[in-house]
Nanobody, 118 residues
Framework: QVQLVESGGGLVQAGGSLRLSCAAS????????MGWYRQAPGKERELVAV???????NYAYSVKGRFTISRDHAKNTVYLQMISLKPEDTAVYYCNAKGSRWPFLDYWGQGTQVTVSS
Protein backbone atom coordinates (compact mmCIF):
# COMPACT_ATOMS: atom_id res chain seq x y z
CA GLN A 1 0.00 0.00 0.00
CA VAL A 2 1.01 3.58 -0.69
CA GLN A 3 -0.16 6.59 1.26
CA LEU A 4 -0.15 10.06 -0.28
CA VAL A 5 -0.47 13.27 1.71
CA GLU A 6 -0.93 16.57 -0.13
CA SER A 7 -0.31 20.07 1.13
CA GLY A 8 0.00 23.59 -0.21
CA GLY A 9 -3.47 24.45 -1.46
CA GLY A 10 -5.23 27.68 -0.63
CA LEU A 11 -6.77 30.88 -1.87
CA VAL A 12 -4.84 33.09 -4.26
CA GLN A 13 -5.64 35.98 -6.56
CA ALA A 14 -5.50 35.59 -10.31
CA GLY A 15 -1.92 35.87 -11.50
CA GLY A 16 -0.58 34.49 -8.25
CA SER A 17 1.39 31.36 -7.50
CA LEU A 18 1.10 28.26 -5.36
CA ARG A 19 3.16 25.14 -4.85
CA LEU A 20 1.55 21.84 -4.04
CA SER A 21 3.45 19.01 -2.39
CA CYS A 22 2.62 15.33 -2.17
CA ALA A 23 4.59 13.06 0.15
CA ALA A 24 4.44 9.32 -0.44
CA SER A 25 4.96 6.66 2.20
CA UNK A 26 4.48 2.92 2.50
CA UNK A 27 5.42 0.66 -0.40
CA UNK A 28 7.16 3.41 -2.33
CA UNK A 29 9.35 0.93 -4.19
CA UNK A 30 6.26 -0.08 -6.13
CA UNK A 31 5.56 3.42 -7.46
CA UNK A 32 6.04 4.20 -11.12
CA UNK A 33 4.74 7.53 -12.34
CA MET A 34 3.29 10.21 -10.11
CA GLY A 35 1.04 13.04 -11.07
CA TRP A 36 -1.58 15.61 -10.27
CA TYR A 37 -5.22 15.59 -11.26
CA ARG A 38 -7.91 18.14 -10.54
CA GLN A 39 -11.66 18.19 -10.31
CA ALA A 40 -13.75 21.32 -10.50
CA PRO A 41 -17.37 21.40 -9.31
CA GLY A 42 -19.64 19.66 -11.79
CA LYS A 43 -16.74 18.46 -13.92
CA GLU A 44 -14.87 15.21 -14.31
CA ARG A 45 -11.45 14.68 -12.81
CA GLU A 46 -8.74 15.58 -15.32
CA LEU A 47 -5.03 15.03 -15.61
CA VAL A 48 -2.94 18.13 -14.91
CA ALA A 49 0.62 16.84 -15.03
CA VAL A 50 2.55 13.60 -14.68
CA UNK A 51 6.18 12.68 -14.11
CA UNK A 52 7.60 9.22 -14.67
CA UNK A 53 10.15 7.52 -12.47
CA UNK A 54 12.72 8.46 -15.10
CA UNK A 55 11.80 12.13 -14.99
CA UNK A 56 9.78 12.51 -18.18
CA UNK A 57 6.89 14.92 -17.84
CA ASN A 58 3.61 15.56 -19.56
CA TYR A 59 1.10 18.37 -19.07
CA ALA A 60 -2.46 19.19 -19.90
CA TYR A 61 -2.58 21.77 -22.68
CA SER A 62 -4.37 24.25 -20.41
CA VAL A 63 -1.48 24.42 -17.94
CA LYS A 64 1.55 24.17 -20.23
CA GLY A 65 3.98 26.96 -19.58
CA ARG A 66 2.36 27.83 -16.24
CA PHE A 67 2.67 24.65 -14.17
CA THR A 68 5.80 22.63 -13.49
CA ILE A 69 5.84 19.16 -11.99
CA SER A 70 8.93 17.83 -10.28
CA ARG A 71 9.87 14.82 -8.22
CA ASP A 72 12.35 14.38 -5.39
CA HIS A 73 13.10 10.68 -5.10
CA ALA A 74 15.13 11.14 -1.92
CA LYS A 75 12.11 12.70 -0.19
CA ASN A 76 9.51 10.56 -1.97
CA THR A 77 7.73 13.78 -2.83
CA VAL A 78 6.23 15.24 -5.97
CA TYR A 79 5.61 18.95 -6.41
CA LEU A 80 3.41 21.07 -8.61
CA GLN A 81 4.58 24.65 -9.02
CA MET A 82 1.75 26.79 -10.36
CA ILE A 83 2.24 30.33 -11.63
CA SER A 84 0.00 32.79 -13.47
CA LEU A 85 -3.00 31.14 -11.90
CA LYS A 86 -6.41 31.73 -13.45
CA PRO A 87 -9.90 31.43 -11.94
CA GLU A 88 -10.46 28.39 -14.16
CA ASP A 89 -7.67 26.62 -12.26
CA THR A 90 -9.96 26.51 -9.24
CA ALA A 91 -10.47 22.87 -8.27
CA VAL A 92 -9.61 20.17 -5.80
CA TYR A 93 -6.18 18.89 -6.74
CA TYR A 94 -5.39 15.24 -6.17
CA CYS A 95 -2.03 13.55 -6.07
CA ASN A 96 -1.79 10.21 -7.86
CA ALA A 97 0.75 7.42 -7.83
CA LYS A 98 0.64 4.48 -10.19
CA GLY A 99 2.05 1.09 -9.36
CA SER A 100 4.93 -0.01 -11.54
CA ARG A 101 4.07 -3.70 -11.29
CA TRP A 102 0.96 -5.76 -11.87
CA PRO A 103 -1.81 -5.09 -10.92
CA PHE A 104 -0.67 -1.49 -11.55
CA LEU A 105 -2.79 -0.02 -8.81
CA ASP A 106 -3.76 3.65 -8.61
CA TYR A 107 -3.23 5.45 -5.32
CA TRP A 108 -4.82 8.79 -4.47
CA GLY A 109 -4.31 11.50 -1.94
CA GLN A 110 -7.17 13.13 -0.08
CA GLY A 111 -7.14 16.24 -2.25
CA THR A 112 -6.29 19.86 -1.58
CA GLN A 113 -8.44 22.82 -2.55
CA VAL A 114 -7.03 25.50 -4.82
CA THR A 115 -9.18 28.59 -5.25
CA VAL A 116 -8.19 31.40 -7.60
CA SER A 117 -10.15 34.62 -7.23
CA SER A 118 -10.61 37.07 -10.07
Amino acid sequence: QVQLVESGGGLVQAGGSLRLSCAASGSIFSIGSMGWYRQAPGKERELVAVVTSGGSTNYAYSVKGRFTISRDHAKNTVYLQMISLKPEDTAVYYCNAKGSRWPFLDYWGQGTQVTVSS
